[in-house]
């Protein structure tokens, strides 16, 4: 992905959004789950990190509007992968629920 050439939000198609295929792709992420598959407490502390520095790289170049509407879509972002999160969990709980 390049400043020229930005990786679309959206399918082109479908018009869901590509956010977790792209980030699936990241090294940061395939690096945290390739020994193992699970995620330990370092590697989400170091992605925390790199989410607040690249936090801290754009919250300064945008305008007081555009401001507003990047920190709303972070907002819905999260609380989409939250409620994902959740939902999923859910699923798993409910199709292993009195198995033990």
């Not at 699970?38 to 989400?44: F, S, T």
């Not at 409620?83 to 629920?97: C, E, F, I, P």
């Given at each position: 992905m390049t400043a020229s050439q930005p990786s679309s939000w959206f399918d082109e198609h479908s018009q869901a959004p590509l956010l977790a295929e792209q980030?699936?792709?990241?090294?940061s992420f395939l690096g945290a789950i390739s020994d193992d598959g699970?995620?330990?407490?370092?590697?989400?502390e170091a992605q925390e990190k790199r989410v607040v520095a690249l936090m801290k790289q754009v919250e300064p170049l945008l305008s007081p509007e555009i401001h507003?509407?990047?920190?709303?879509?972070?907002?819905?972002?999260?609380?989409?992968?939250?409620?994902?999160?959740?939902?999923?969990?859910?699923?798993?709980?409910?199709?292993?629920?009195g198995r033990r």
């Open positions: 980030a699936r792709k990241l090294s699970q995620v330990d407490i370092a590697e989400l507003a509407k990047v920190t709303e879509l972070l907002y819905e972002v999260t609380a989409f992968d939250m409620m994902n999160t959740l939902y999923r969990a859910g699923k798993v709980d409910s199709r292993t629920h």
